[in-house]
T-cell receptor, first 110, second 111 residues
Framework: NAGVTQTPKFQVLKTGQSMTLQCAQD?????MSWYRQDPGMGLRLIHY???????DQGEVPNGYNVSRSTTEDFPLRLLSAAPSQTSVYFC?????????FGPGTRLTVT | GENVEQHPSTLSVQEGDSAVIKCTYS??????FPWYKQELGKGPQLIID?????GEKKDQRIAVTLNKTAKHFSLHITETQPEDSAVYFC??????????FGTGTRLKVLA
C-alpha cells in the first residue's frame, strides 16, 4: 500500500509555462483534494473530487484545472504559471472523514 | 466566508510540560474537527479528531475538547517530548468535504 503519491517532488517553472502535478492513491478512496500551503496561511483548498467524473472548486481555484477520470488519479494542471502560484502543493484522499496527505510538491515560478 | 482562527502561531515548552493550542471556527454547521501534525518536509498527518456530538476525546497524551456554543476547540498535549516538535493544524468541516484549516502552530519542545 503506497498510500498517496505525488510527482514531482520539486519543480521550477518560468512564468507562462504549463505543467501537471500528478497525484495517485491506491486505497480506493472516493474523495480526493488538492491544497496549497503558503507560509502563515495554513492549507487552502484548490479543487476537490467526490468520485470519478465529479470535480468542484475549493477556496482558491483560479489558475488551476483538475479532472478525475479514474478513482486512483487526480492531476492538477497549471495552464499558465504565475509567480503567485509559488507554493507547496499537497494532494489528499479520504474515505470518510480521515484525510491522508501525500508528501507534497514544492513549486517555484520565476 | 468561513474561517478558522488558530492560536498561538508559535509555542515553546519545556520537555514534560503541557501544550495547548486553540482554534475558533465561524461556520456553525461545522461538525467535524480534526488536528494534523506536520513534520518538516512531510505532508500533514491526522493525530486526533472530534465530532460535534462529543465534548472531549483522548488518545494517550493527546486530547481534544470542543465547545460548540462558543465555537472553540482545543488540542492538549501532556508530558511533551522532543518528538512532539512540529507544526500543528486544526481544521473544521461540514461532513467529508471542504475542510477549512487554521494557520498552524509551530510547537518547539525544549529538552
Amino acid at each position: 500500500n503506497a498510500g498517496v503519491t505525488q510527482t514531482p517532488k520539486f519543480q521550477v517553472l518560468k512564468t507562462g509555462q504549463s505543467m501537471t502535478l500528478q497525484c495517485a492513491q491506491d486505497m480506493n478512496h472516493e474523495y480526493m483534494s488538492w491544497y496549497r500551503q503558503d507560509p502563515g496561511m495554513g492549507l487552502r483548498l484548490i479543487h476537490y473530487s467526490v468520485g470519478a467524473g465529479i470535480t468542484d472548486q475549493g477556496e482558491v481555484p483560479n489558475g488551476y484545472n483538475v479532472s478525475r477520470s479514474t478513482t486512483e488519479d487526480f492531476p492538477l494542471r497549471l495552464l499558465s504559471a504565475a509567480p503567485s502560484q509559488t507554493s507547496v502543493y499537497f494532494c489528499a484522499s479520504s474515505l470518510e472523514n480521515e484525510q491522508y496527505f501525500g508528501p507534497g510538491t514544492r513549486l517555484t515560478v520565476t | 466566508g468561513e474561517n478558522v482562527e488558530q492560536h498561538p502561531s508559535t509555542l515553546s515548552v519545556q520537555e514534560g510540560d503541557s501544550a495547548v493550542i486553540k482554534c475558533t471556527y465561524s461556520d456553525s454547521a461545522s461538525n467535524y474537527f480534526p488536528w494534523y501534525k506536520q513534520e518538516l518536509g512531510k505532508g500533514p498527518q491526522l493525530i486526533i479528531d472530534i465530532r460535534s456530538n462529543v465534548g472531549e476525546k483522548k488518545d494517550q497524551r493527546i486530547a481534544v475538547t470542543l465547545n460548540k456554543t462558543a465555537k472553540h476547540f482545543s488540542l492538549h498535549i501532556t508530558e511533551t517530548q522532543p518528538e512532539d516538535s512540529a507544526v500543528y493544524f486544526c481544521a473544521a468541516s461540514r461532513g467529508t468535504y471542504k475542510y477549512i484549516f487554521g494557520t498552524g502552530t509551530r510547537l518547539k519542545v525544549l529538552a
